[in-house]
């Protein structure tokens, strides 16, 4: 009976294991564990999964690094994305008209079009600005910090239009001893 258990915790323990992080999330915080995971749907239709990495400090909102990969569903194009973003950051009412403007023009410019499973992913440098990446690859860093918290605003300020996405991702987002 005993070897019968002990067969059946290793064959179940690998659906219990915690998430790996990918290389790149590994090299930005170090001790990446994932804070939570959600789906963004626009009218029923699935546009992307999205992943918040945090390191053992766990997450606050005045800014400590983090990572939040979103793994596409369908083909978008980069300006697309780039548009949607910037009307989240004046949803969230960051930054002032002329800000959005030269940041929706940074975005058009980094931004590439998606396809089905392409992940962007975008790590909060806290004080300095965002590095973006692209399945991994380093797309660019913008050294802003305004910036920086508007982008990010999008998912994790308590104004977010997707409030239900934000918990998901910040469901375990406290300090780890």
């Known amino acids: 009976m005993r070897a019968w258990l002990i067969a059946l915790w290793l064959l179940c323990a690998p659906l219990y294991a915690?998430?790996?992080?990918?290389?790149y999330v590994g090299q930005e915080l170090g001790a990446a564990r994932l804070s939570?995971?959600?789906?963004?749907?626009?009218?029923?239709?699935?546009?992307?999964?999205a992943e918040l990495w945090?390191?053992?400090?766990?997450?606050?909102?005045?800014?400590v690094p983090?990572?939040?990969?979103l793994r596409y569903a369908r083909a978008l194009n980069g300006a697309r994305i780039a548009d949607a973003s910037a009307e989240q950051m004046?949803?969230?009412g960051a930054g002032s008209p002329a800000q959005r403007s030269a940041w929706l023009a940074q975005?058009?410019?980094?931004?590439p079009d998606v396809q089905d499973g392409t992940r962007l992913a975008g790590v909060l440098l806290p004080g300095q600005g965002v590095r973006f990446y692209?399945?991994?690859?380093?797309?660019?860093?913008?050294?802003?910090?305004a910036f920086a918290r508007a982008f990010f605003g999008i998912w994790l300020d308590p104004?977010?239009?997707?409030?239900?996405?934000?918990?998901?991702?910040?469901?375990?987002?406290?300090?780890r001893p």
């Open 54 to 63: 945090l390191g053992p400090q766990g997450y606050a909102a005045d800014g």
């Open 66 to 69: 983090l990572v939040l990969e």
């Open 18 to 23: 915690a998430p790996v992080a990918p290389a």
């Open 159 to 175: 104004a977010t239009s997707a409030p239900k996405l934000r918990e998901a991702l910040l469901r375990d987002a406290a300090m």
């Open 134 to 145: 692209r399945d991994g690859q380093l797309l660019a860093t913008v050294p802003d910090p």
């Open 90 to 92: 004046a949803h969230i």
């Open 36 to 49: 939570g995971q959600g789906n963004y749907t626009w009218f029923g239709l699935k546009i992307y999964a």
């Open 107 to 111: 975005m058009k410019a980094i931004f």
